[in-house]
């Protein structure tokens, strides 16, 4: 079934480290997006690619940054996680068609990641 | 201008009930009104979507009902379960194709 994976599910680092969380997606679809959602909230759009096209958030800090190598890989990278950081990490993807415009978005599972 | 209002932020119901959802928005560049449903632990699935020049679309027990003039859309759950308790998100679609989330209403459905 094509769908949109994302590992870890679970992702525990420590105050400082570097931690990168990676995303897939068997749906070859040309817009990949990066949100963060913390408890009993609703997702927080961190950044998204459009094909190799980066276009970062306004509010989202420097501490996140994020790889896409070809159409079916995204990776978000922690630079130096802090306790804020702690929250569950979604990807999602979508296909942008010309004339149409860009249809739903399908999440992955999500990763939650811990910060000690 | 770019806000989706959502309500209520819980709700419960009895099994067999029909809990409805609400959603209020400004932007008229909106062009896009999907619901996710998000289970615990779980990333959004999205449950079902409707375009403005529509004003009602159902699929299977889930309904949404959209008042283009007064700027609402709502979801409705018919024959609610205990499996659909879960946090239920809508969203839209602006002119820059991002979605716009609602706060998010968790429902719970008792046996």
């Known amino acids: 079934d094509a769908m949109v994976i994302q590992n870890p599910r679970y992702q525990v680092t420590q105050f400082g480290k570097p931690v990168t969380l990676s995303c897939s997606q068997t749906?070859?679809?040309?817009?990949m997006y990066w949100y963060q959602q913390k408890s009993s909230q609703a997702p927080k759009l961190l950044f998204h690619y459009y094909d190799k096209d980066f276009n970062n958030e306004a509010d989202t800090p420097d501490n996140f940054q994020s790889r896409r190598p070809n159409t079916s890989f995204c990776f978000l990278d922690i630079r130096s996680p802090g306790l804020g950081d702690a929250a569950m990490y979604l990807c999602?993807?979508?296909?942008?068609?010309?004339?149409?415009?860009?249809?739903?978005?399908?999440f992955g599972p999500g990763t939650r990641l811990l910060v000690l | 201008q770019q806000q989706v209002k959502q309500s209520p932020q819980s709700l419960i119901v009895q099994k067999g009930g029909i809990p409805i959802i609400n959603c209020a928005y400004e932007?008229?560049?909106?062009?896009?009104f999907p619901w996710y449903q998000q289970f615990p632990g779980k990333g959004p699935a999205l449950l079902i979507a409707?375009?403005?020049?529509?004003s009602e679309k159902k699929e299977g027990r889930f309904t949404i009902s959209f008042n283009k003039s007064a700027k609402q859309f709502s979801l409705h759950i018919m024959d609610s379960q205990p499996g659909d308790s879960a946090t239920y998100f809508c969203a839209a679609r602006g002119a820059t194709n991002k979605l716009i989330f609602g706060t998010g209403t968790l429902l719970a459905v008792q046996p």
């Open positions: 999602a993807t979508s296909r942008d068609l010309v004339g149409t415009g860009r249809e739903t978005q399908y």
């Open positions: 749906l070859n679809h040309n817009v």
């Open positions: 932007n008229t560049a909106f062009d896009y």
């Open positions: 409707i375009r403005p020049d529509v």
